[in-house]
Structures are given as structure tokens and as C-alpha cells.
């Protein structure tokens, strides 16, 4: 059977606060309306229709950046759930088959979930709406059940004292026939507490047309909606502790869990260890038997197996960290390749660089990446050796072997097997500094018995 999401995402968001619209926010690096994409993604749908609203240009630029296919309906004005899952018809002309409709402000809805809502249409219900027992029902729409049928929701601003004693809930996401989910729509009105024109109304006008709709139940968890700061905090935690509890159960050491931070697409790979305090932004990969170590901070990188990063180290994009290779406090990356097993263990900058296979990096070495205007690139050749405090100005290359003078100013290459030295010469005065302490010394006393003078008078 051939599926269509329909993700909601035209809402305001007002108690957020923000000029960003809603589904902007971000749990784990990826904006919600992602995280509802990716759940729905995982059903492998023929299309995808965001519907966006307030904040529309940078919702659709944002999910087209996620997934170019995604198609795009527009509603002018919040008119009610109906009328947004409406707007998506013109994106879904020529489709048939299944449409699911979730919210973009929803995270946490499983894949698994959505899953089970398709197996009960495929054992003869028409419309399937996901419920759960909300542990507050309060303003949340009641599922009401009759023989095992639902036979309506009613929003909470519409029920009775009966009907909201009913804790089994809507969460809005709600699969059916597209054809019939859509003919369904046409018929409803607004004239209700809202004056909106409700999805949930569906339900009734369905079953009163004879067609069988059900619940499909899962944890109130997974339905949390975000509409507030408070909430997007408390959804990043429940993100985390999963995330955490995920890696553990993967064959990752983290230390100390509640200290790390991870994403929605970080991959850890066996026997990975994270020390305390370390945080992975989008786009990290981690080969078995790496380690990443205290206060370190890392995104868009892969390190390879067993290397080893910080303790305080800042691994930006484009990095690769070769097997075996090492980066160590204060040190700073970014596009750079490190070849296997090459260090860079202390206070560095390399940025645009390709560094050779077990090449050494000095203490205090710096890629001098950017002119002002343009970036350029750095080649540390394989099994180079890098002096202490050596600026490389780029575009530069170190040879295969070669070396460089601590303290040099590297502007010109050095060929494979060449020490460069590029400081100027040292001189030395023989006598000179014994000469020129004697001669300060003398000018301190002399200063002292004029102030003294000075005091007595
Ligand atoms: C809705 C459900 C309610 C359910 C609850 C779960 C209806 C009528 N009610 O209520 O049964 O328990 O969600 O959270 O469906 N949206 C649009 N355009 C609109 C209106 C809403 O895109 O015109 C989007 C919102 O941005 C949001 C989602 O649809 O992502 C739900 O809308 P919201 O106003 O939050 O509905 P609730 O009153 O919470
Ligand atoms: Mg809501």
C-alpha cells in the first residue's frame, strides 16, 4: 500500500516566545519538524507534504535543505486541523493510497508506532487514530469508544463533564485512505467552541458512514508536543537519556552519562569511550575503540579507531582523525585530514590541511589558513616533523619526512627529507647579559639613596 505523510507545521507557536517559528526549535541538532519527517521517512512514503503557515519561507527552506523531495502546501491563515490537512491536497493530486498526518512540533512518534497504525488498516480498519492514556488529559481531544469502535473525539473545549473524565487521548496523528480522509474533510464544519475546522471531527462523520475506525495506543511519551522553552528542554533530556541509554546498550563506556551530550545522527561505533563533559554536535562518527576525552567538543568529524581526542579538544567540521591518530588539549581543528596515527598534541590551530600519516605536529603550531579574503590549504607530508611553535602560511607544503625549526615562519615548501629553518639567526654576545645586569643593578641603588635623600629632607 502506497503512503503519504501529511506533517502539520503552519502553527505559530506563541508561547515560545521567538521570532523562529515553532518547528524550527531544535532537539538533538535537528529541528522538530525533522525529527517528525525522519519517524515518518522510515516508512519509506511516496511523498511528503509540510504544511507550513506562520514563517512559512524559512519552514520550507529548512525541510527542503532536510529532504529535497518534500513537497509544499501553503495555509494563509490557522484555520483549524481539517483545514491544514486540506491545504495538502494539491501536493498529493494523483496520489493514491494511505495518508498519515503528523504534527511537526511532535518529536518523539516511532517509527514502530506509525508502523503498527498501518498494520491495523491492513486488518480491515478505515481510519486509525493514535491514542493514549494521558496521565493530565486536560486540554487534549477524548477518544471516545464504543464496542471496541472510536466513534468520535471531542476536543476538550467542547466536552462534556462525562467525556472529559475519558483519559484515553488523541495525539493527533491519524492514518486513513487518502481519498477518504479527504472527502471526509469536506464535510466538516466549524461551528464549535473554536470556530475552527477540526480534523478530529472526521471520526464521526465516519462512523456514522458505516466505516470501522480504531485506536492504535502507545506511550503518552511519545506524543509529547513542545510549545513552550520549558518543554523544548525537557524534550532535549528525554532525547538524551534515551540517546545515552541507546549508545551504553551499543557498546559505548560513557563515563559519566548525564555529562555527554549527543545528536540525532551521532554513530558510535564498539567499545567507544566518552569521558565526562564531552559534547557531539550534528554529524559525528566514532570508529571502535576510540576515546574521546574530558571537555572535549566535536561536529561534523569522524574520528578513526582507537584515536584518541582531548582532553579539551575542539574538533570542527570536515575533520577526519586518522586510526590511531591523536589530538590533545587545546587543540583546534577544522577541515583538516589526519593521516593514521598522526599527533597534534598541544595548542594548535590546523585548518585546511592534510596531515601525512604518522606525522608530528610541535606544540603551538598553527595553520595561518586565511588571508583575509580567501582560505587556503596546508600539506603535512607522511612522518613530517612540525617544530615547536611553527606558523605554516598557506598555501604551504611540508615534505614526506622533512622537517621544520622551532619558532619558524614556514612561507616557502620544504621538499621531502629538508629541515626548514625560518628565524632569523641567533647571535651571542659574550659577557653581555652579566654587563647589562650589573648596569641596571647599579641604576636601582642609585635610584634608592635619591629617594632616600628625598624623604629625609
Ligand atoms: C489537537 C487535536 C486534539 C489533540 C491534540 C494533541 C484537533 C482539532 N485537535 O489539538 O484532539 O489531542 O492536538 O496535541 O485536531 N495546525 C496547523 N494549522 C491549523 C491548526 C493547527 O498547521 O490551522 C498545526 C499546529 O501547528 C500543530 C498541530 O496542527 O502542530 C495541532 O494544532 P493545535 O492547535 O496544537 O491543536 P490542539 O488544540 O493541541
Ligand atoms: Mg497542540
Request: charged share 20%; glycine share 12%; hydrophobic share 45%.
Amino acid at each position: 500500500m502506497s503512503l503519504s505523510l501529511i506533517i502539520l507545521a503552519a502553527g505559530r507557536g506563541t508561547r515560545m516566545v521567538s521570532d523562529l517559528p515553532k518547528v524550527l526549535h531544535e532537539v538533538a541538532d535537528l529541528p522538530l519538524v525533522g525529527h517528525a519527517m525522519a519517524a515518518g521517512a522510515a516508512l519509506r512514503p511516496e511523498r511528503c507534504v509540510v504544511v507550513t503557515g506562520h514563517g512559512a519561507d524559512r519552514v520550507a527552506s529548512c525541510v527542503q535543505a532536510l529532504n529535497p523531495e518534500v513537497r509544499l502546501a501553503h495555509q494563509a491563515e490557522q484555520k483549524g486541523t481539517a483545514h491544514a490537512v486540506a491545504q495538502a491536497g494539491a501536493a498529493l493530486d494523483g496520489f493514491s493510497g494511505d495518508a498519515i498526518v503528523l504534527y511537526g512540533d511532535t518529536p518523539f512518534i516511532r517509527p514502530e508506532t506509525l508502523q503498527a497504525m498501518q498494520a491495523r488498516r491492513r486488518t480491515g480498519a478505515d481510519v486509525v487514530v493514535l491514542g493514549f492514556e494521558a496521565a493530565e488529559p486536560g486540554r487534549y481531544g477524548r477518544l471516545i469508544v464504543e464496542d471496541g469502535s472510536l466513534t468520535r473525539i471531542v476536543e476538550a473545549k467542547d466536552a462534556t463533564e462525562a467525556e472529559l473524565a475519558v483519559r484515553l487521548c488523541n495525539s493527533g496523528v491519524i492514518c486513513a485512505d487518502w481519498a477518504t480522509m479527504r472527502a471526509l474533510i469536506d464535510r466538516v464544519g466549524n461551528d464549535n467552541a473554536s470556530k475552527e475546522y477540526y480534523l478530529t471531527d472526521i471520526i464521526g462523520l465516519a462512523a456514522s458512514d458505516g466505516l470501522h475506525c480504531v485506536v492504535e495506543q502507545c506511550d503518552e511519551a511519545e506524543t509529547m508536543g513542545i510549545n513552550s522553552r520549558a518543554e523544548l528542554a525537557r524534550a532535549e533530556a528525554t532525547f538524551q537519556a534515551a540517546a545515552r541509554t541507546q549508545a551504553m546498550a551499543e557498546g559505548a563506556t560513557l563515563t559519566a552519562p548525564d555529562t555527554v551530550f549527543l545528536s540525532h545522527d551521532t554513530r558510535l561505533g564498539h567499545d567507544v569511550t566518552i569521558e565526562p563533559h564531552v559534547v557531539l554536535g550534528p554529524g559525528v562518527t566514532v570508529a571502535d575503540g576510540a576515546r574521546l576525552r574530558a571537555f572535549s567538543h566535536l561536529e561534523g568529524c569522524e574520528v578513526g579507531s582507537g584515536a584518541v581526542v582531548g582532553p579539551y579538544a575542539r574538533v570542527r567540521p570536515g575533520t577526519r582523525v586518522g586510526a590511531g591518530a591523536r589530538i590533545g588539549n587545546f587543540v583546534e581543528t577544522k577541515s583538516a585530514n589526519l593521516g593514521k596515527g598522526a599527533k597534534i598534541n598541544h595548542l594548535s590551530y590546523i585548518g585546511d590541511a592534510e596531515i601525512g600519516a604518522d606525522a608530528n605536529i610541535g606544540a603551538g603550531t598553527i595553520t595561518c589558513n586565511y588571508d583575509g579574503v580567501f582560505k587556503h590549504r596546508t600539506e603535512v607530508g607522511a612522518g613530517a616533523f612540525i617544530g615547536t611553535n611553527t606558523a605554516l602560511v598557506a598555501p604551504v607544503a611540508v615534505g614526506a619526512g622533512a622537517m621544520t625549526a622551532a619558532g619558524s615562519v614556514i612561507t616557502a615548501d620544504v621538499p621531502d627529507g629538508a629541515l626548514g629553518i625560518a628565524r632569523a639567526q641567533q647571535v651571542n654576545k659574550p659577557g653581555l647579559a652579566r654587563r647589562l645586569r650589573e648596569k641596571l643593578l647599579a641604576l636601582k641603588a642609585k635610584l634608592a639613596a635619591n629617594d632616600n635623600i628625598s624623604s629625609d629632607g
